[in-house]
């Protein structure tokens, strides 16, 4: 099996695991109780808070847990839109961006709100100069990925942030979900930002939303205390244990990840170069990780299930995007239909090998040799 689709999950960390049995095990109390077991169980609670806050460099009073990334995105959204509809109701985001991002935007539209989306440059950059243009007095949100989850394309966030300083009744919503554990994240001139731990080899159904300190949001989930008033729900300490060990196993190795795998993408790339019906979407702006390519006159959906065939696995899109319709993403960056109809992903690990890279190119060398007709 050769597994490249680490964009859409990643495999558990055993440690990981490890750490959420041992939780579950040692640790029954409910963090919220009064009890013994219960002031165990905050107290764990609190050093992971701690801990997962010092990585991120922010306050504990800061994070928001959630059941991942596509509720911290509503939460985020839909918080902060309808907490602060008296000040505006026009929003600003990109097409670049999760289905997540996109479908509470389409549910505010219902209800009156604006959106606008901000060009892209040919390097898949959001366009400064259009932002500026399109930023207004009743503007309250901006939306923008730090990495996109089809592209990889990294976007300038602190730049950007900064432009969000002229204008205070704007908050600046970052999802850093295909960032964290990839790049370095500063998250200094953001206001919330989304992040799920099965993209950093932790288990599904944890992600957190970060919340600078002065900023309130009406919560998605109402009823009952939970680790913050802006979440309901039993606290998920073994999840939220597990979160804190995913982070501190991969943050600090980012550097040294991002140049090994940087090495894999040259390899993949420069052979995907050599098929006249290749054509590589991603740009000098995409992180390494991530290699979006398009395949002319052949269905994508073919070619994903030849090499599947061979148990082999990349992805046609995000793997919560819609299965029959072009990629949005890759449209806003070509402006060629015929690419974003046919755009295919693959999505690096650190636990990528170079043998499995020879392997996957052997194979699609050979799917592409029996479908080129």
């Known amino acids: 099996m050769i597994y490249l689709d680490y964009s859409a999950t990643t495999p558990v960390d055993k440690r990981v695991l490890d750490t959420f049995n041992k939780v579950c095990l040692d ?17 764990l609670e609190d050093y992971a808070t701690e801990k997962i806050s010092e990585m991120l460099k922010v306050k504990p009073s800061e994070i928001i847990y959630t059941s991942g990334a596509s509720e911290s995105n509503n939460t985020a959204i839909k918080g902060i839109c309808l907490k602060y509809q008296n000040r505006g109701k026009h929003i600003i985001t990109t097409y ?20 606008d989306f901000v060009k892209i440059t040919d390097e898949g950059l ?5 932002l500026r243009r399109l930023l207004r007095d009743d503007t309250i949100l901006v939306s923008i990925c730090m990495v996109d989850s089809e592209i990889g394309l990294k976007q300038p966030i602190d730049e950007i942030g900064k432009i969000l300083k002229d204008y205070p009744k704007c908050f600046f919503h970052v999802d850093i979900t295909q960032a964290l ?3 370095p994240v500063d998250l200094s001139n953001v206001d919330l930002a989304s992040a ?3 993209k950093i080899y932790g288990l599904k159904g944890i992600g957190l939303l970060i919340k600078k300190e002065k900023i309130n949001i009406d919560p998605l989930i109402h009823g009952g205390k939970s680790t913050t008033i802006y979440r309901s729900g039993t606290p998920p300490l073994p999840l939220i244990a597990s979160l804190m060990k995913a982070m501190e196993l991969i943050i600090p190795n980012v ?13 993949i790339c420069r052979k995907l170069r050599e098929y006249p019906r290749v054509h590589i979407n991603s740009t000098i702006n995409s992180i390494p990780n991530t290699i ?24 046609t899109k995000s793997a919560c995007s819609s299965s029959n319709s072009m990629s949005n993403a890759v449209y806003a960056l070509t402006k060629d239909s015929e690419l974003s109809n046919h755009s295919l992903r693959i999505s690096l690990s650190y636990k990528t090998t170079e043998k499995e890279i ?3 190119l052997k194979i699609f060398d050979e799917c592409y040799q029996k479908l080129d007709m």
Not at 28 to 43: D, F, I, Q
Not at 126 to 130: A, F, G, I, S
Not at 255 to 267: G, H, P, R, T, V
């Open 27 to 43: 640790y029954p109390g409910n963090s919220n109780s009064l009890h013994s077991l219960g002031v165990k169980s905050k107290e």
């Open 96 to 115: 670049l961006e999760h289905s997540s991002i996109i479908a509470p935007l389409n549910y505010l539209s219902d209800l009156g709100f604006e959106v």
């Open 126 to 130: 959001v366009d400064l100069e259009d």
């Open 181 to 183: 554990g990839k790049i």
């Open 196 to 198: 799920s731990a099965h």
């Open 255 to 267: 550097s040294d990840n991002l140049e090994y795998i940087a090495k894999l993408n040259e390899k």
């Open 292 to 315: 979006n390519f398009s395949l002319r006159k052949i269905k994508p959906e073919t070619f994903l299930h030849a090499l599947d065939e061979k148990e082999v696995y990349i992805s």
């Open 358 to 360: 020879d392997e996957f």
